[in-house]
Structure formats: structure tokens, C-alpha cells
């Protein structure tokens, strides 16, 4: 199980940040998510695996300095 | 350092006028030629059109300065003001100060967003904003006290000259018993010797009982304050709370500084953490998508970014409350305690460093090739206590690096220094012999502009080359993002009033990464609303940090996610609740498009503001060498066969180069024309008779200035 925006989702083995926005809606504006207090931005999503009990945040718009 | 001595030279004594509703309806005029100072009564038709802040800011400076003022001319103003809303602790970003004056780096009205507590203390003292004109015949210091209802001049003699030590000292002066009624504004001697120096705003940290400042850093502020002899203005007030702006509806406001302060405790730590980390989250973010500047803004992302992210800083900052305003949630304000720097005049030393913020990493460390977490807080250590811009300090830094990596100067021109990139000492070196105004460090803090025209006179560089990686506009440097990916950023930049800098559009994401804004239309529209948008937090004395930096949960569920609506929503009831007028998030673009469009004719007036000056260096809009273009061949090969539909096989890079050139540089021009359309301005760039008009600033000088330049 892993824990997305405090909400528990069922983990998968190979599972990448990809994966896991793909089964959610509304991610648009979503190019950065924190895994376990890691930054890992979109151009690393498909390459970047989900360990499990993983708490994760979605990061939901970047906005500059 | 021995004790402070100043002597007063003038007192005058004034009757303070209450704050209300956010305002005092007074404004502070200093004439430092003779000392002469004035207060005036504020206009109720100056307060409906320029609502306060930078519109305040920027009608003062009309008043003062003809179209032909140079930066150094006595009648050229600083201006000073809060805004209405400004002042309000426990409001997130509630309390800063915006400064303007015709820049020594520009010849044109500059603007700066800046914290510390002086735009609050100053307002509370009795005045909306303080203009300062003139130029004293020795050095002074100025103090606005408003306990004691006394405006005093000091000269001024054997101060610190850097403003580390300066605003420590004066802090202590002013009110040793009671240092948290004490905020200082002072620049340095890098503001007296370049042309980008900038001004520290301080306030005092009463956890960490020291002095901390933040800095209004772009387009030469510090520069006309040092070239006015003012050494610093002080402002002393007492006790701040919710009442002090005499809110029309204080339940309203409570309601409202509680409602989005808690949002922030309760997001902050979910989104960008930055209580913990500041804005040095965006390093590794910008990174990731190749938005970094890095070797004079050649490429986007670096293997050794990773050393100089918030991974590294959130370790090395010290740890407390760190909001440049009383009771900011986002408290993003973070600093270094007990570092020792390797050079200058603290060398050896133990000092605090305030900072640093992505800018000042992202430039003064990426753009330079220099990755090294601890050389990074020792540039932004001594720009600010020189009073040097970290922005301009970096881009200026990164295109001599480059001019000198590829032979346009050598070592004959830099007095020996070896300025390659990654080179940490001589980066330095050229920062402290900016202070002082000497050797090669004298002309890079001309500005990359005035740097163009130097080396291609005197050492015989090619002008070409050097208009094509020279990253300024209008001739100010560029902030530290990487716009090449996304046209709708290089209009943020270009079109943007003072020149490149993001704090009126930053659209790179939207832009880039989400695609939101497919067409010409899109972009010009978001080239209209966000810039209007950010441009209001400077109308009223707020940092736009707590807007878009923490979001709402439910935000992407919003018909608008990319404005967050719901707070400025929340702006609006603000706004509402200390003017007492009823005001919907429309009114609050209406507030700033009038002093938007007063700020283009500005710079009409001034002899900027048109269409040229809207131009951009070829590096902001794509690669400018073969190096470049092969470094991210496949992403250029691919946009000229898909997107232009060009056989590109029997192409060498150069031609690649100058093909995806011409497109991309007819895109921007076929933006602007969108841009100006939607923001009723003409083709050359100019807002037409109708527009000003339509915003209530069509006054006889604003028309005549637009007959000047054709427009009837
Ligand atoms: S958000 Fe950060 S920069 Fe803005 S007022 Fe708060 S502490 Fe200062």
C-alpha cells in the first residue's frame, strides 16, 4: 500500500510515478511529485519506481520564483 | 567598529496622520539638495486611479522627473511606498515595500517588490510613500520616527560602509532598548561602483536577536540612493497589529488572515516545503526540465545540480522562524549562521548570511558553472552587504565567463584573471573589485549592455556574437529561467514593463510542460491576466509568493486551476475588508491595468516603451551556436521536421541552427503583435488613445507624450 496525497492506494511491483497518474484523474498540471520527501519531476516519471508503503505528494502546479 | 556618530542637521516635526482603511492620504517629499521636506496631502482621484504602492510609486516619479532625467540627475526620485493592504501581520506576505526610480541600468522606471518591515513602519508613521529627490553635499542618514512624530537628517561620518554592519549598527542606534521598531534601508559600496547596486530592507529577528534583510534587487536602486549620498533611511514605529491599518471591517479581515494562513500550515509541508527549504526547491525542478540556467544560460540542466538544491540547503540553513514579515506563514525566508567566508574583508570571520534564494543560486552558482553550495553563500554574503544585485551579479558574471571561454577577452582584459566557467576565486575576486570600482570588476558592473559596447570598442569583440549571448533586454539582465522551450516565457520576459524579470509573468510550466496555452490567442491572453494579476500585489504592499506557491486541495477542481481562483478570491475580501470597498477579483485586474498601461507610457516618456524595446538576445528564443544545438539535437531536428515540415538531410548544424532561428524568431514577433492586440495597445507596442482613455489616464501629458510617438 502506499499513501498518495493521504490517501491510501494499493501498490503494485515496477509500479512508476507514470503508472500511478495514469489510474488518477485530474493530474494536469501535475509535473512534480515528492516521493518520500523527494523531488522527481515529469521528464522522470516513467523511469522512476514507486517503492512500496511510499508516501507520495502531488505537487500540483509549479509557479516560479 | 567604534560607536555611531551622527549629527543632526535637520528635525522637523510633523503631526501624524492616522491610518485609514488602509491608508494616511499623506505623502513623505525629501529634497536632499537642501534638505527641504514637505508633506502633502494625497488626492482622493489619485487614490482611485493608482490605488497605492508602485502606482503611487510611479505617478510621484511622473511629477518629478522630465523625459530627458538621467538615473544621476538631482530631480530623478526614489520612491518608497506599502500599498493599503500592507502592514498586516499574520497575513501571509503581508508587508512589503515597492520601490521605483528611473535605473541607471535601464533609463527607465524600475520596480522592485521587496520584505523587511520599513513600507509598513514608514506607512504607520504617518505616509503612503516617500519620495526622495535631490542630492545631499555630504553623506546622510534619514530617519522617520514615527514615535516621536519627527523627521530627522543626519550627516554622516566613519559609518560601516557595508550594509551588514551598517544595518546592525543604526538598528542599535536608533532604539537599543526596543531594536524590533528599527527597519533600515541601505545599499553599500557595490551600489556606489556599479550600475546594479540594490538596497537591503531590514528588519530585526527578535528570535535570533540579529538584524536580517531582504533585498530590492533589480535595476540599480542601491545606485541612486548611494549617488544621492544617502548612506540609509530608517523608519521607527511601534507597536503593529490587525488594527493598525484601521480595517473597515476588522471581523472580516480576521476571517480572511486566518482562513489563508491556516491553508499554508496545513499545505506548505504537503507542496513545496518551503518553511524548510525557501525557493531552493526549484533548483532540482528546473533541472529536471531543463529550465536552469547554466554556462551563461547555454543549457538547462547539469549532472552536479544536485549539490546546490534544497537537499543541501535545508541542512545548511539555520533553523526558526524565517518570515520577512510579522507572522507569514510561509516564513520562506531562510538564512545561514555562523559562516565563514574564504575571501575579502570577513574573511575568516564568523557572519550570517540571509539567503540564498534559487535566483541567487541558479545564478550565481549554475550559470557560472560553479556547483558548490558554500561559494554560492559567499557571493550572495558579500552582494548583499556590498548592495549588489545576485541576479545581475550572476548574468553579468556568466557572459564574461563565456566571452572569455571563447576568446573575445583574454587575461590582458581582466587584469590577469582567468574568468572560465566554474572558476569559484575569480568570480569573487571580480565581486570584490566591484565594491570598490576597480580593475576588470569595474566594467562588468556596467552591465552586460554597457559590457557589449565596451569590449566591442575597446578590445575588438565581435558585436554579432556578443548581442546574440548577452542576456539582457531593455537593458536590464535577465532572472534565472531558461526560456528557450517556451515562447509564451520569452514574452513573459520581453514584453515584460522593466525588462526580464519573472515577477510579472512566469508561464514556463503552463507554457512548456502542460501545453496549456496552445495558441498565439492563449499565450497573449495569459500575457494579459497574469501580469495584470501579479502586477497588484505591488499596488498593494503584498508578496505574491502565497498566491501560487502553496495551492488549494481542491484547486484542480477549479474551472481556472492556473490563476488559483480561490485566492483571489480571498485578495478580493482582503482587499475588501481594510478599504471598505466591495471589490471581486475583476476590480482587482481593472486596479492594475490603469497603472500597468500609465507604467508604458512611462516608459514612452523616457524614450523606451515601443516595440524595439521589446526585443529579446537570440539565446532567450533558442541555440545559438552548433554546441548548443547538438546538445539537444534530437528535440531541434524534430520540431524542424514536424513542426515546420523542412527536409532537414542534407543540412549541416549551422543550417539547422539558422533555420530554426528564423522561426522562432518570426513566433516572438507574431506574439508580440498578439499581445499588444490584447492589451489595446498599437502595433509599435503603444497603448492607443482609446485605452488610456478607457482607464482613466488619459491626462494631458500622458496624450501629448502619445502624440510624441504618433499615437492621436
Ligand atoms: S512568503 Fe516568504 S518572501 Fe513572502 S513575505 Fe512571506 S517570508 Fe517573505
Redesign the interface.
Known amino acids: 500500500m502506499i499513501q498518495v496525497n493521504d490517501q491510501p492506494i494499493e501498490w503494485k511491483p515496477d509500479m512508476t510515478i507514470a503508472d500511478l497518474l495514469k489510474q488518477m484523474s485530474d493530474v494536469r498540471f501535475c509535473s512534480v511529485v515528492r516521493v518520500n520527501g523527494k523531488l522527481i519531476s515529469s521528464p522522470r516519471f516513467d523511469v522512476t519506481r514507486i517503492p512500496d508503503n511510499a508516501v507520495i505528494y502531488l505537487l500540483p502546479l509549479v509557479a516560479g520564483g | 567598529m567604534g560607536p555611531v556618530q551622527l549629527n543632526e542637521i535637520k528635525a522637523v516635526p510633523y503631526e501624524r496622520s492616522e491610518v485609514v482603511k488602509g491608508y494616511t492620504d499623506r505623502s513623505l517629499h525629501i529634497d536632499l539638495t537642501g534638505n527641504d521636506i514637505r508633506v502633502d496631502p494625497i488626492d482622493a482621484a489619485v487614490k482611485d486611479r493608482f490605488t497605492g504602492g508602485k502606482g503611487y510609486d510611479l505617478w510621484f516619479m511622473w511629477q518629478a522627473v522630465k523625459g530627458t532625467t538621467k538615473w544621476n540627475d538631482p530631480e530623478n526620485a526614489l520612491c518608497i511606498s506599502a500599498g493599503p493592504l500592507g502592514g498586516t501581520p499574520g497575513y501571509p506576505g503581508g508587508g512589503k515595500s515597492i520601490v521605483t526610480t528611473i535605473s541607471p541600468l535601464t533609463g527607465a522606471p524600475i520596480d522592485s517588490n521587496v520584505g523587511g518591515y520599513f513600507g509598513p513602519y514608514k506607512k504607520f508613521s504617518g505616509f503612503d510613500v516617500i519620495t526622495l529627490t535631490g542630492k545631499a553635499d555630504q553623506d546622510v542618514v534619514i530617519l522617520i520616527d514615527g514615535i516621536e512624530s519627527q523627521i530627522k537628517i543626519f550627516s554622516a561620518s566613519d559609518l560601516p560602509d557595508n550594509a551588514y554592519e551598517l544595518s546592525d549598527a543604526l538598528t542599535r542606534y536608533f532604539d537599543e532598548k526596543k531594536p524590533v521598531n528599527i527597519s533600515v534601508v541601505t545599499a553599500g559600496p557595490g551600489a556606489e561602483n556599479t550600475y546594479f547596486g540594490c538596497l537591503n530592507f531590514s528588519w530585526y529577528d527578535a528570535g535570533r536577536k540579529r538584524v536580517r534583510y531582504k533585498q530590492a534587487g533589480r535595476g540599480g536602486t542601491g545606485t541612486v540612493l548611494a549617488d544621492k549620498k544617502v548612506k540609509a533611511v530608517v523608519a521607527r514605529f511601534g507597536a503593529v497589529s490587525m488594527k493598525s491599518n484601521q480595517p473597515a471591517d476588522l471581523e472580516a479581515l480576521k476571517t480572511v488572515t486566518k482562513t489563508h494562513a491556516k491553508e499554508i500550515n496545513e499545505l506548505d509541508g504537503?507542496?513545496?516545503r518551503m518553511s524548510l527549504v525557501g525557493?531552493t526547491?526549484?533548483v532540482?525542478?528546473m533541472n529536471?526540465?531543463?529550465c536552469l540556467p547554466t554556462h551563461n544560460f547555454k543549457f538547462g540542466s547539469h549532472p552536479e545540480a544536485a549539490v546546490i538544491g534544497?537537499d543541501v540547503y535545508e541542512h545548511i540553513f539555520d533553523k526558526g522562524f524565517d518570515g520577512c514579515w510579522r507572522g507569514c506563514a510561509v516564513a520562506c525566508s531562510h538564512g545561514v549562521k555562523d559562516f565563514s567566508p574564504f575571501t575579502g574583508p570577513f574573511k575568516g570571520t564568523r557572519v550570517f548570511v540571509d539567503g540564498p534564494?534559487?535566483?541567487t543560486v541558479a545564478g550565481c552558482g549554475s550559470n557560472l558553472g560553479i556547483f558548490d553550495a558554500h561559494t554560492i553563500l559567499e557571493i550572495n554574503f558579500y552582494c548583499d552587504a556590498y548592495g549588489l544585485d545576485t541576479i545581475s551579479v550572476g548574468t553579468s558574471i556568466g557572459f564574461v565567463m563565456e566571452c572569455f571561454e571563447n576568446g573575445l577577452i583574454t587575461t590582458e582584459h581582466t587584469g590577469g584573471l582567468a574568468l572560465f566557467f566554474g572558476n569559484r576565486f575569480g568570480a569573487l575576486e571580480l565581486i570584490h573589485q566591484m565594491a570598490k570600482g576597480e580593475g576588470f570588476g569595474a566594467i562588468v558592473g556596467k552591465g552586460i549592455r554597457q559590457m557589449k559596447q565596451i569590449f566591442a570598442d575597446k578590445f575588438n569583440a565581435d558585436p554579432d556574437f556578443m548581442q546574440d549571448i548577452g542576456m539582457e533586454s531593455k537593458g536590464l539582465e535577465f532572472?534565472?529561467?531558461i526560456t528557450k522551450e517556451s515562447l509564451a516565457q520569452q514574452g513573459g520576459y520581453g514584453l515584460a514593463l522593466k525588462g526580464p524579470q519573472?515577477d510579472e509573468a512566469?508561464l514556463?510550466?503552463l507554457d512548456m510542460?502542460?501545453n496549456f496555452m496552445p495558441t498565439f490567442e492563449n499565450k497573449a491572453e495569459a500575457l494579459h491576466w497574469f501580469p495584470m494579476f501579479r502586477t497588484w500585489f505591488s499596488l498593494c504592499g503584498l508578496c505574491k509568493l502565497p498566491w501560487?506557491?502553496i495551492?488549494p486541495?481542491d484547486?484542480?477542481?477549479t474551472k481556472e486551476?492556473?490563476k488559483?481562483m480561490k485566492h483571489v478570491q480571498w485578495y478580493a475580501d482582503f482587499f475588501s475588508a481594510i478599504t471598505g470597498k466591495k471589490t471581486t477579483p475583476d476590480d482587482l485586474i481593472a486596479m492594475s491595468e490603469t497603472v500597468y498601461n500609465f507604467q508604458r507610457v512611462f516608459n514612452l516618456k523616457m524614450g523606451t516603451g515601443t516595440r524595439e524595446h521589446d526585443t529579446l538576445p537570440y539565446r532567450a528564443m533558442g541555440p545559438v551556436t552548433v554546441e548548443e544545438y547538438e546538445s539537444r539535437q534530437d528535440r531541434y531536428d524534430k520540431q524542424l521536421t514536424d513542426t515546420y515540415g523542412m527536409d532537414i538531410s542534407g543540412m549541416d548544424t549551422a543550417a539547422r541552427v539558422a533555420a530554426l532561428r528564423k522561426e522562432r524568431e518570426s513566433q516572438y514577433e507574431q506574439l508580440k503583435d498578439a499581445v499588444y492586440d490584447r492589451r489595446g495597445w498599437t502595433k509599435n507596442g503603444i497603448p492607443t488613445k482609446e485605452t488610456v482613455q478607457r482607464l482613466g489616464i488619459d491626462f494631458p501629458e500622458v496624450l501629448e507624450v502619445l502624440a510624441a510617438n504618433g499615437v492621436q
Open positions: 504537503k507542496q513545496n525557493t526547491h526549484l532540482p525542478i529536471d526540465h531543463d534544497e534564494e534559487y535566483e532572472s534565472e529561467y519573472h512566469w514556463i510550466f510542460v502542460h501560487n506557491d495551492v486541495e484547486n484542480k477542481d486551476p492556473a488559483v
